[in-house]
Each structure stands twice: as structure tokens, then as C-alpha cells.
């Protein structure tokens, strides 16, 4: 469960929540990760469902990316199963969150991955585009941040990427989508299941 301090907590860039540190398992199909968390970031008690959801439906590997976006990474599931799966690739690990980069190359190293490249957001060369975006992204950072976030990194998608999000029914993943198709971002839906609705993103033409 995630309490109130660590939902308060984990988009901020230095979290005052005393550390904590646990250790929680990520199994999937074809790969097992253990990872270690802390408190004041998301999902320290075990892996957020949405995530894993994301891991097991989203999009098989595409044989010749080169970049790969994990955005808001937290301390890792996705950039190292990203990793794992595209080995050729480099996957830009993106998070604000100070404590959970620590963690998420913690985590990397542990994992013997080295095609991770962990970064806040501004950490990221400019000239970096990226073939694939994957997040279960910040929903309660706020409307406004969130579509900020958004419109920031979908707009550094490479021609013929895509961006795959995870975002619970109930928390406005509809609405949201809406909102993507309205500021050109074409927007489909790839799953529905356990209350959260897959998205896949594609470049298109941004609204103003």
C-alpha cells in the first residue's frame, strides 16, 4: 500500500521521508528483477500493478530502436526490463525524483545492466530523440504538469516511434486520451483490463 507520505512524495525532486530501503521482486514471463525500494517513491511496497500490466501487454520489442524513453522511472522495473529485452538499445531512465534515481542505478547495476542512462529531465541531451516512449506516468502531479510532461517528451518522438502509457480508468485515462487526439497526438487504446486503459501514441502534429 502506498501511504500517504510516499504519494505526496514521489514526484518531488528530494522526498523528506526518512529512508527505508526494502527489497521486492518484478516476474514476468520471460524475465525476473529483484528490486530494491525505499520510502517517498512509487510503488516501494511492490511493483504498481499499472506497471506491470504495461510489461506484460504493451508492445513487443521493435529490432532497431536505439533510444528508448522510460519517463518518470521511479527506481526502475520498467527502464530494466526495457533493458533486458533491447540489449542493443540505450534506454534513458527519466525521473525527477532524486531518491529513486539513486535507486533505479542501484538497481541497474545490480541487474548487470549497462545500457541504462539515468537522468532528471534536464539531464537528457537535447539532440536525443526517442523511437519509443513507455510510463505509467505521474497522474497526480496535476492536470496542467501532467500535459506539460506530456507534450515536453512526445514531442521528441523519432519518425515512425511511439509512446505506450498506462493510466487508470478512473484517475481520467478517457479524458486524457481525448486530449492527446485534440493537440495531435494520435491516440489509440491497445487494452483495457483491471481498470486501466494501455495507450499508444504516435507523432503527429501538435496543437499550440
Not at 500493478?49 to 510489461?55: E, F, S, Y
Not at 515512425?160 to 498506462?166: E, K, R
Not at 486520451?177 to 501538435?206: C, E, H, I, M, N
Request: glycine letters at 10%; hydrophobic letters at 40%; proline letters at 9%.
Amino acid at each position: 500500500m502506498t501511504t500517504a507520505d510516499d504519494s505526496q512524495q514521489y514526484f518531488e525532486a528530494a522526498p523528506t521521508t526518512p529512508s527505508d530501503r526494502s527489497t521486492i521482486d518484478l516476474i514476468l514471463p520471460d524475465l525476473t528483477l529483484s528490486l530494491t525500494t525505499d520510502a517517498g517513491v512509487f510503488g516501494r511496497h511492490k511493483v504498481d500493478p499499472g506497471t506491470k500490466l504495461l510489461l506484460l501487454d504493451g508492445p513487443p520489442s521493435t529490432a532497431g530502436d536505439r533510444h528508448l524513453l522510460d519517463l518518470g522511472a521511479g527506481y526502475g522495473p520498467i527502464a530494466l526490463t526495457l533493458a533486458t529485452r533491447n540489449p542493443e538499445a540505450t534506454i534513458w531512465a527519466v525521473e525527477v525524483n532524486a531518491r529513486a534515481r539513486e535507486l533505479c542505478r542501484h538497481n541497474a547495476a545490480a541487474a548487470g545492466l549497462n545500457n541504462i542512462e539515468v537522468s532528471d529531465p534536464d539531464g537528457v541531451p537535447d539532440h536525443v530523440t526517442f523511437d519509443r516512449i513507455w510510463s505509467n506516468p505521474p497522474i497526480r502531479v496535476g492536470k496542467p504538469a501532467l500535459q506539460g510532461l506530456l507534450v515536453r517528451w512526445l514531442s521528441r518522438l523519432s519518425p515512425g516511434g511511439s509512446a505506450h502509457l498506462v493510466v487508470q480508468r478512473h484517475l481520467g485515462s478517457d479524458s486524457l486520451q481525448r486530449w492527446l487526439v485534440a493537440g495531435g497526438f494520435p491516440t489509440t487504446r491497445r487494452a483495457s483490463k483491471a481498470g486501466y486503459r494501455l495507450l499508444d501514441v504516435v507523432p503527429g502534429d501538435p496543437a499550440p
